[in-house]
């Protein structure tokens, strides 16, 4: 095996530009880019049937990797919805590290990545339309208060999918979130063989970071209620008042801080919760938004330690969590896989920063599989959670550069 060793520094763009698929993890977020290249050891899904928690086994990895020279290696990679799936997480060989991502104003980075493409949504939408309704009756039975419903969306292109283009597109509209790349290609090697086209990725530009903690400090940024957003500026504004002012879009925010809050006070001497969810904005979506700052007790805990307490939040699951999981693997006719899982990184100190693994695609050869989702609670309506799922879609839709037209078909299925 290799040492894993830290690269220098480079700019954040440079960094972009040196991932290779197949071979590289990307993370970029508001405060820092994260290349990591090559694989100087691997969790492997057979050591979760061991009873040793991730958390654990990633730190003994950690220790590994620092004992063998490298003087702070870092974990990186995702982690699945369902958790006790295997995670396809890495401790790379080499390790870039650039501030934040930022593009020179007149420098044009976006290319299409695909002009014409077959869709297919799974399911279709008069079934996801009825999915739900299915919700909606177990909500007014009154045990579940929120279950999110998904749907995906499979795309083939003519050629292959050119990922390293297609996660630049998504960077550039992205800066103020967080966009990734991981290398799918281990967990791929581990499934019976046949034939590939590719690397398989999983690629996204999420906007919601789930925790991030360096030293005592600790950061979670929950959102929850969504509203797309409209080209036309008086349009747009009403839409994210309306949102603001929604009663429930409010309660379905607040049912998340409330679980993302009593995962993170255990841990906690001090947690600051503002009184009430602000907006922020993202290239095609509103979102309500509440920023959890907090100090731990306990420099010793790490950030995938937090990440496992929250992960998965009503914001991708729902509420009670084990009720809506149940519900979901009842009516979703598909595996999520790492969609509403996590992605990110952790040190050998315990600092690291983690993102909720929405606005994502895996791409292999000449396909993508979109996801999207929506949270339904009591007042929610069918027709307007299909429509948000397919707003949600457009993130990555407009980064592969399809026109309005093939968008619009989104709508229809």
């Known amino acids: 095996m290799l040492k894993c060793v830290a690269a220098p520094a480079a700019s954040a763009t440079q960094l972009l530009e040196q991932y290779r698929t197949g071979s590289s993890f990307f993370f970029s977020s508001p405060r820092r880019t994260l290349l990591a290249q090559g694989q100087w050891a691997r969790w492997h899904a ?39 799936k295997p995670a396809q ?110 690397p398989r990725t999983l690629i996204g530009a999420s906007p919601e970071l789930l925790v991030t903690k360096t030293g005592l400090q600790i950061k979670a940024n929950p959102l929850a209620g969504s509203a797309a957003r409209s080209d036309d500026p008086i349009e747009d504004k009403r839409r994210a008042a309306a949102l603001l002012a929604s009663a429930k879009d409010r309660h379905e925010h607040e049912v998340v801080i409330d679980a993302v809050v009593a995962a993170l006070r255990p841990y906690c001497k001090k947690l600051d919760v503002p009184t009430g969810p602000s907006l922020v904005q993202t290239k095609t979506m509103w979102h309500l938004s509440t920023e959890i700052n907090g100090e ?78 929506a949270g339904i609670v009591a007042g929610s309506n069918a027709a307007a959670e299909l429509a948000e799922t397919s707003a949600k879609f457009r993130t990555l839709l407009l980064a592969m550069g399809l026109n309005q037209q093939q968008l619009s078909m989104t709508r229809e299925g």
């Open 296 to 373: 731990l007790a306990d420099a010793s805990v790490s950030s995938l330690e937090l990440a496992m307490a929250l992960h998965p939040t009503p914001a991708i699951c729902g509420t009670p969590t084990d009720l809506a999981r149940a519900v979901i693997h009842e009516i979703e006719p598909f595996e999520r896989g790492y969609f509403t899982g996590t992605v990110g990184w952790c040190d050998a100190n315990g600092d690291g920063e983690w993102a909720v693994t929405i606005r994502c695609a895996e791409a292999e050869g000449r396909s993508l599989r979109l996801f999207a989702g």
């Open 89 to 198: 997480l890495i401790v790379p060989n080499a390790i870039h590290w650039a501030g934040p991502l930022s593009f020179e104003p007149g420098i044009q980075m976006e290319q299409p990545v695909a002009s014409v493409c077959e869709m297919r949504a799974i399911p279709e939408p008069e079934k996801y339309e009825d999915g739900v309704n299915q919700v909606l009756a177990r909500l007014s039975a009154g045990a579940l208060q929120k279950v999110v419903l998904s749907r995906t969306l499979h795309i083939t292109s003519p050629q292959a999918v050119d990922v390293h283009q297609l996660l630049r597109n998504l960077a550039y509209h992205n800066t103020h979130g967080y966009t990734f790349a991981v290398n799918l290609a281990a967990e791929r090697e581990e499934c019976a063989a046949d034939a590939h086209e590719g």
């Open 46 to 84: 057979q050591e979760q049937d061991e009873g040793i928690s991730l958390t654990r086994r990633v730190a003994v990895l950690l220790a590994a990797a620092r004992q063998a020279g490298h003087e702070v290696p870092v974990v990186a990679g995702a982690i699945p919805f369902d958790v006790t």
